[in-house]
């Protein structure tokens, strides 16, 4: 063949024009572009789970075994398939979409873990139930240890276990977790960290449930050193205390790490050793803590301090736009007992307990402590609303004298006028002020732009004190018409 020239400067190879090569060539470029721009979903296949086996042809192990990265694994089964030969590795990127948690569930036996997910591997799991995962010595993970990128939802975890870390879940890399329930999983060890997840990773948590999970040291969730978000989640009735010296978190307990809680519910978790029970809700040990919109509601601790939160030595907190109401601090501090640095700032704290003092608030610190626009009030405890000494940084309600709240804007020893823990619309339970309260419009003019509940912070002249503003209720007068 040879290249021929005519006169419209149309070249052919072999009976073929330049011009159609020419689009030929953009034809296949487009569809080589297209494939890449794809990746994986262009190439990647679906590949079914067949039988409930444990292995063997169609079985879940062998399907991801044998699936391409990229690739989805799918359940054409229901109901329960038993792992007895040992955890799954998931050691290439891999989707794994089950039906759902009420119908499908992954079961370790009591015996070993359910999944691994490696170190670099980008990894989806959804619609899955994974129970009685158990994994024994310095193992983590009871159910799965996650050392990837892992994105999780519309799932559950039940009864699983591990002796020190993360009884159901433990994250050292990359996890998002979404709309999942983790309901009595436990980290077994007197020194143990995390009864559902223990995260030394990046993890965020939004929208999931935490129910009565058991550890010595973060019975809900443990953060160890890693970078936490928790966003729209309630922990509930989660227990922290094995028998040993540690007690600490009923609902969390964040260790040198950096955890933020954003309208979230804490209610009836504890830290029960009669001796050193502490947190809780939350225990903040030598890390940073930030609480925003959120609700702490009965929540105890039976032997030490910080029924609501317990802010350590050598830590860091800031509360805002949060309430705190029914906790019980054995030794001080039913709502919020501080050892380290803290601002607490348009925030309700209401009708918390302590046996010795400082039912509302406890300070046991020389570091900068700063309360601003809040009410601590109706502590039912013989040391009153507060103990200790901290800066009040205007702006705050106190129903009796023990509060150190002599700024200019600050009033004590007055009934605050506040209605019950209720549904007030937003995501979290609040205590709103009644009309006629004292909180209304006498807080500062710097102030968030909205409440506890989402509503615009100011309803009136100046915004309220605490975590609720009294939104305006506008009355309409009929217009009435003579008769001509």
Known sequence: MQWVTNGHDSVRMGGVSKRALIRWSAALLAAIGLALLL??????????????????????????????????????????????????????????????????????????????????????????????????GFYTGGALYNGGILTMTDSAFFSNTVTFYGGALANGGTLLLARTVFTQNTATGTSSYGGAIENAGTMNITG????????????????????????????????????????????????????????????????????????????????????????????????????????????????????LTANHGEH????????????????????????????????????????????VAGSKTTGGDCAGAFVSGNYNLS???????????????TVALLGPLQNNGGPTLTIAPLPGSPAIDKGGDTCPAIDQRGVSRPQGAHCDIGAVELALRHTYMPIIRRAS
Not at 74 to 79: A, L, R, S
Not at 335 to 340: D, L, Q, T
Not at 347 to 369: C, Q
Request: charged share 10%; hydrophobic share 35%.
């Open 208 to 323: 999931s449930t935490f129910v009565s999970n058991t550890a010595a040291l973060g019975a809900g969730i443990a953060n160890y050193l890693g970078t936490l978000v928790v966003n729209r989640s309630k922990l509930v009735g989660n227990t922290a205390g094995n028998g040993g010296f540690f007690s600490d978190g009923g609902g969390l307990f964040n260790s040198g790490g950096t955890t933020t809680i954003i309208n979230t519910l804490f209610e009836g978790n504890s830290a029960t050793d009669a001796s050193y029970g502490s947190g809780g809700g939350i225990e903040n040990s030598t890390g940073t803590l930030f609480v925003i919109g959120s609700t702490f509601n009965k929540n105890t601790a039976a032997g030490s301090t910080g029924g609501g939160i317990l802010n350590d030595n050598s830590s860091t907190m800031v509360v805002s736009n949060t309430t």
């Open 399 to 413: 129903t009796d004298s023990t509060c150190p709240f002599t700024a200019t804007h600050d009033i004590s020893g």
């Open 39 to 136: 990746g994986r979903s262009t190439l990647a296949a679906s590949i079914p789970v067949t039988n409930m086996l444990d292995s063997g042809v169609g079985s879940l192990r062998d399907q991801i075994a044998a699936a391409a990265s990229g690739d989805t694994i799918t359940f054409n089964v229901t109901g329960v398939i038993t792992l007895s030969s040992g955890e799954i590795s998931i050691n290439k990127n891999l989707s794994i979409i089950g039906p759902g948690a009420s119908v499908l569930a992954l079961s370790g036996n009591h015996t070993n873990g359910i999944f691994n997910v490696t170190f670099g591997n980008n990894v989806l799991i959804s619609g899955l139930l994974l129970e009685y995962g158990s994994k024994t």
């Open 332 to 375: 001080g501090g039913g709502g919020i007992s501080n050892y380290g640095t803290m601002t607490l700032a348009f925030s309700s704290l209401v009708s918390n307990t302590a046996l010795y003092g400082g039912g509302g608030i406890w300070v046991n610190s020389t570091l900068p402590v700063l309360v601003k626009d809040t009410i």
